[in-house]
């Protein structure tokens, strides 16, 4: 098993251009996830899809949006990439761990994105 | 709303010293913990996590951690350092029923050797 991938590794975009992150689970995890990591604030979750259809907001969802295409995969898109969104970009994923509910996630091993 | 917060921002050890990473969580409810490990340049693995039962647990390369429910805490342990374990270290917690993860800001540990 490969686990979580994410393609690109690396990225620099101008300023205003858009582009995918893609992110791909061969677990057989129901929910994913899209996190941003900024030194010293931590991870913060930008959306996440409980399921297959279903996609919810974050904390930090403003100049992002996504899709998740099936059960796999489930890709971040930047529509109009601002200097701000310069980051370190996660994909993870989990499934039901017992009855009550918890949720153990697995992590890609990331995206770095320079926006100039 | 729920938050996570980790005290130590930065911590410096020499090998074989003893650990103690705080984290605290506001959340009245129950709640599932979790601590995970990032070491350079890797993603984030897990190190160990608390359901339920035994609040003593013990995790992946000699970690453990402690849940206090009335301290609202769940510090994460290791007796003596190796400079392997120099990486940073996230809290996180997650409510029973919901998807999402609340992460503390994280702890870089340096190892000296």
């Known amino acids: 098993n490969a686990g979580v991938t994410q393609t690109p590794k690396f990225q620099v975009l101008k300023t205003g251009q858009s582009m995918t992150l893609q992110c791909a689970q061969d677990?057989?995890?129901?929910?994913m996830y899209w996190y941003r990591q900024d030194p010293g604030m931590g991870l913060r979750l930008i959306y996440y899809?409980?399921?297959?259809?279903?996609?919810d907001k974050g904390e930090v969802p403003n100049g992002y949006n996504v899709s998740r295409l099936n059960k796999r995969e489930f890709s971040l898109r930047l529509e109009s990439a601002a200097p701000s969104q310069t980051s370190v970009y996660f994909c993870?994923?989990?499934?039901?761990?017992?009855?009550?509910?918890?949720?153990?996630?697995?992590f890609g091993p990331g995206t770095r994105l320079t926006v100039t | 709303a729920q938050s996570v917060s980790q005290h130590n921002h930065h911590v410096i050890l020499s090998e074989a010293a003893s650990l103690e990473l705080g984290c605290n969580y506001s959340?009245?409810?129950?709640?599932?913990l979790f601590w995970y490990v990032q070491y350079p340049g890797q993603h984030l693995q897990l190190l160990l996590k608390y359901f339920s039962g035994d609040p003593l647990v013990k995790g992946i390369k000699g970690f453990e951690a402690e849940f206090i429910k009335s301290k609202f805490s769940f510090n994460l342990r290791k007796p003596s350092v190796q400079w392997s374990d120099t990486a940073e270290y996230f809290c996180a917690v997650t409510t029973s029923g919901t998807y999402k993860y609340i992460f503390g800001t994280g702890t870089r540990l340096k190892v000296l050797a």
């Open positions: 959340y009245g409810g129950t709640v599932n």
């Open positions: 677990m057989n995890h129901n929910s």
């Open positions: 993870a994923s989990s499934s039901r761990v017992n009855r009550e509910g918890t949720y153990e996630q697995y």
């Open positions: 899809s409980a399921s297959e259809g279903t996609t």
